[in-house]
């Protein structure tokens, strides 16, 4: 079974202040996502990215940065904490490069339950 | 562009009936990957099943769906509730961008069974 790491699991922040969410894989999948989830809004897609170095921006990126620094970790960055950003927060990893197999299955963490007073 | 449309966001049956989920899809890829998630209260999504193959019946912990691309749909059914299988389920399709696959949701049906 695929691994996914998030931490902190449960997180209390400032407005203003700065939140680092982080998520290791040791799937050695290329893909890994941040997503967060909201009553009444499903899955929003936050960043992406397709491998180290790479983020992409998803549907809902204001507000947030990622970062990738090795095939293992992909971080969520709040620069600047609202209590909009009050959520949980899900990190997956998946194996979506063509012929890999998992046609892009995702494998999600535990998730981080964020709250920004 | 490419969506996916659950057309229940609260289905409430009782134990023993026979459970139908919706999903249907749109894309302009001929060979999608269809699959559904299930997330239980505290818990996070996971692969419940998945298809990519036309009029093919996939099964998993008595749930099973079939892809049907001429319709575009993949149900998910169960032919009898059971307590536990109260959960988020959220259908999820696949397709190809680039050299890479992306990933589309649904926006969720959250399924509760009651006695």
């Known amino acids: 079974e695929a691994a996914v790491t998030q931490s902190p699991r449960n997180k209390v922040a400032v407005t203003g202040g700065k939140v680092t969410l982080s998520c290791n894989q040791t799937n050695n999948h290329n893909n890994m996502y941040w997503y967060r989830q909201d009553t009444g809004h499903g899955l929003r897609l936050i960043h992406y990215s397709y491998g180290a170095g790479s983020t992409e921006k998803g549907d809902i990126p204001d507000g947030y940065k990622a970062s990738r620094p090795s095939q293992e970790n992909f971080s969520l960055i709040l620069e600047l904490a609202t209590p909009s950003q009050t959520s949980v927060y899900f990190c997956a990893s998946g194996d979506a490069s063509l012929g890999g197999g998992s046609q892009n299955t995702l494998y999600f963490g535990a998730g981080t339950r964020l709250s920004v007073l | 562009g490419d969506s996916v449309t659950q057309t229940e966001g609260l289905v409430t049956l009782t134990e023993g009936l026979p459970v139908m989920l919706n999903c249907t899809y749109q894309?302009?890829?001929?060979?999608?990957?269809l699959f559904w998630y299930v997330q239980h209260l505290n818990e996070s999504p996971r692969l419940l099943l998945k298809?990519?193959?036309d009029n093919k019946r996939t099964e998993h912990q008595g749930f099973h769906a079939t892809l049907h691309k001429s319709s575009s749909s993949f149900h998910l059914q169960k032919s009898s509730a059971q307590l536990s299988d109260s959960a988020l389920y959220y259908c999820?399709?696949?397709?190809?961008?680039?050299?890479?696959?992306?990933?589309?949701w649904g926006s969720g049906t959250k399924l509760i069974i009651k006695p």
């Open positions: 894309t302009i890829y001929s060979n999608p990957f």
């Open positions: 298809s990519f193959t």
């Open positions: 999820a399709l696949s397709d190809r961008v680039d050299s890479n696959y992306q990933l589309i």
